[in-house]
DNA sequence: TTGAAAGCGCTACCAC
DNA sequence: GTGGTAGCGCTTTCAA
């Protein structure tokens, strides 16, 4: 590269950088900017950020199940935010690593920043981030985490909001459903802890629901409702909803008549089902928003880490409740 | 590191490394051991690659938009397959890049090998990623591109199934759903060319119509419908199969009767659906397999790019067809 | 069995 | 303006 540019190895160096604290020849550029092209050169990711010490790497663990299209607007906007301020953004596909093992895989790529949704992070992991260049750990979860920015996405609210809506529709024999499938808990735990709060006090019941994701399951459900006795259902969100209130329909009960249904995360779904489905809309941090701490906390690595309430939740009424 | 043990660096990377030419004593080992465990110790992937000239990273563009549970349990059997064989997998996070711009992002990173699904690379892009040390670019896609490694996901398969099915239930005039959302062309182009071609020869006449995933413009397509005079739809996959049979059934339309509906993915919702929506069952290439491709190549660099068919498309017939 | 040292690609400092 | 060069953290060869 320098040799076909006939120039040195720093000069290449300061051209492709733009470095403006020295000035270089109009015609060395562009041989260098040519001899670049021609050679198809591209820099070594590894080898500056050895060099200078950090990078402009902000990891996030790949999420390991299914995420909705709110989830994955909200990730698409927070790419874009943090490429605006020149980040880029790495998914580490981390399966089956947990704790303080998987904060070891990332921490060996050297991140600036790291993003953890959901609850896998615990204050070791924290540490070794740190320990090893981090100047932002961030968690996206339920609760903080020593050393950490938190936003907290404070799933208690969308049960809560669920559940005190239902008491108000004068529900009082109330079901929540909570999702077999792995990878949910930290998500369904604070729903059903929710509309337990809401309900706290009054003399309405709140009944757990474990539900798996397939016909048979909601069937098996559904069949055994009446003798529950229940007048109402919080279904974790819109899909098990969609899939328990098809199966309540088939064995002959009214929705909301008979038992009242309300989802969350107000998908499209919901709208299309009949009775229209009520829901929880949730509001999730915007990517820009997400992307300013980020940046700050990069910045200014010495401050306190911030923990926000970044979660709002809303019922939409619709037909179902 | 090596201080506090009170051996050398190279001792360290012997016993961090396993290194099997090499014998350390037990004492040292724990030394060392213990020397890493105290000061949290994690080795730096950057240098490491530098040093050895190549690292385990397989790189993928993360999604730009919101993928089916299909494609996320794929990606999840992917990443645990290659982590298996001891590679990292990385999502990179290239909003707004196109073509060998996104190439030249990705090469900065000098992964081992690149998982490119879409059609986003061009045989610019795959020359500057083998350049900079690529040793296998994998594209999984509905065409092969030069010089790489090709998985066809042959889209037309599957609108070939939805309209041969659609032809034998006795269907001429046949509509096929073409999203207007950003980023799906690339699989709705394909699917409608495979209805084109499966109905060529027939008296079957195919129309497109583009459709926004919102209750307004399916609206809009079920008023103009009888004017249209379609006894059947391809829908384009399950969900926007549900949009469109929700407003057909509210402008009055029976389904089956009056239009046959088929969508594809073979989503749960289909199932919940009255009448049962029919599909197309797709089939991905299991994520082992892909791995196994993968490291065949990293390991025979030279081998000739390897073309394969993977993507299977089988008709599920329920009631809306 | 262990240590010394070279060098991967890059940038930043200093000398010319 | 440009080039020489040290050194980031690591592995690996060679020597002790």
Known sequence: MARLAGVSRATVSYVLNNTSAVRISEPTRRRVHEAAKELGYVPHAAARSLRAGHSRMVL???????????????????QMALGRLDYTVVQHGSVGLHGDEAARAWAELRPVAVLMPGSGLCPKGVTVLKRSGARAVVTLGPEAVEGAHALLMDHEAVGYSAGAHLHERGRRR???????????????APRLEGVRRALHGTDATVTALPLAYEEKSAAGLAARWRALGLDAVFAYNDEYAMLLMRALQDEGLRVPTDTAVIGADDLMLGRLLRPRLSTVHIELPSGRELAELVDRAVRNPGAAPETHKVLGASVVHRESS
């Open 60 to 78: 996030m663990p790949a999420p390991s199940f299914p995420v909705g299209p709110l989830y994955s607007q909200f990730l698409g906007d927070l």
């Open 174 to 188: 109330i079901g929540v459903v909570v999702p077999e499938e792995d990878g949910l808990e930290s998500f369904s």
